[in-house]
């Protein structure tokens, strides 16, 4: 069972469940237009299922709506920045914003903030660098229950830790590159779980550290209390970058790093480290546009490989997905859409 929905109505029916939750109308409906572009970019694990999650870390008093990010250090081309625990759709976007500026101004900006309620996608924030013709970098930790285990590891010791790498290319849509460091993002496995599916082999590991299809292992407690985990891309590499995200993301943000055992809360925070560099005070704008153009050209003359069409470059899938769900909408199943429902009852809201 699911259901197929128009991205403005529920863009609506999202804000009104924030809005009941605490936030300003302005917030909410920012808030919302996040979490339904990621739907439409094919990132429902970023999408408005986090709606229930969010509603609940509120009531636990760990997210805290209308908050603002707060200036902690500003020495021009650097800034340490605490998001207060505010939606990561609003004060990471104020991070960047302020990032932006001072790029544009001094050439680079390291932009460090610490303490934001779950930021969503990240590469929404690549985008809004490139958009202004910056070269971006987030290295991004977790703070909630450890749900991916260290590689030669048999349990979960750390979040999904993205990194995401935003370039502008001339004449062209830009290279976006954002990645969870696990197989798969956390979210992606509780999509499978409601809708009944098993994963591909290599992604999970069980309650015991055996390998496992259940998606189910990370998502709700197995008959031990206890939970699985998932496993990092690229083995051992994969492994090493998480570990360079937790620590460029949460210890040198100030943030925070995950060394306790699992609670049950809901809150999910985040650490994120940002740098920005503008190619034109870099001064080699000219032959950035020339060499960048040139070689994702080149890649686009291989003939394509068996089952591919063409090849493609980082940021394409999502536009072509934002492209054909605005048109066709956004596929929800009836446990996410059961789960927001539920959601807008707890904050007093009948979602239709």
């Not at 914003?97 to 460090?112: K, M, N, T």
């Not at 903030?113 to 660098?129: Q, T, V, Y």
């Not at 990194?163 to 954002?178: R, S, T, W």
């Amino acid at each position: 069972m699911s259901k197929t929905l128009d991205p403005g109505n529920l863009r609506t029916q999202v804000a009104r469940i924030l809005a009941a939750a605490g936030s300003s109308p302005a917030e909410a409906e920012q808030v919302a237009a996040n979490l339904v572009l990621a739907n439409l970019s094919g990132h429902d694990s970023h999408g408005v299922g986090m709606l229930p999650r969010y509603v609940d870390a509120v009531a636990e008093g760990g997210l805290v709506p209308n908050a603002a990010v707060k200036v902690i250090l500003d020495t021009g081309a650097l800034l340490s920045l605490d998001g207060q625990h505010g939606y990561g759709q609003i004060v990471g976007v104020q991070a960047m914003e302020l990032g932006i500026a001072r790029a544009r101004q001094h050439g680079s900006c390291i932009v460090s903030l610490a303490s934001a309620h779950h930021l969503g996608r990240i590469g929404h924030f690549a985008e809004m660098a490139v958009a202004q013709g910056l070269v971006a970098m987030h290295f991004v930790n977790v703070l909630s229950r450890p749900v991916v285990a260290p590689w030669g590891g048999g349990d979960g010791r750390f979040g999904t830790n993205p990194c995401c790498i935003g370039v502008p290319l001339a004449g062209a849509e830009p290279f976006i590159l954002d990645f969870a460091t696990s197989r798969v993002a956390q979210g992606k496995m509780r999509v499978a779980y409601n809708k009944g599916e098993r994963v591909p082999p290599g992604h999970l590991i069980d309650e015991h550290g055996a390998p496992t299809d259940d998606p189910g292992v990370v998502v709700v407690p197995q008959s031990n209390g206890l939970f699985g985990a998932l496993m990092t891309f690229g083995e051992h590499k994969g492994y090493g970058m998480a570990v360079a995200c937790e620590l460029l993301g949460g210890a040198l943000t100030g943030s925070g790093t995950w060394h306790r055992p699992a609670d049950t809360a809901r809150t999910v925070l985040n650490g994120m480290l940002v740098v920005l560099i503008d190619p034109v005070k870099l001064g080699t704008q000219a032959s950035f546009e020339q060499e960048a153009t040139a070689f994702v050209d080149w890649l686009r003359q291989s003939p394509p490989g068996a089952g591919f069409e063409a090849v493609q470059v980082a940021g394409e899938p999502e536009r072509k997905a934002r492209a054909a769900r605005e048109r066709e909408g956004i596929w929800l199943d009836d446990a996410t859409w059961g789960e927001i429902v539920e959601a807008g009852r707890k904050v007093g809201v009948a979602v239709a």
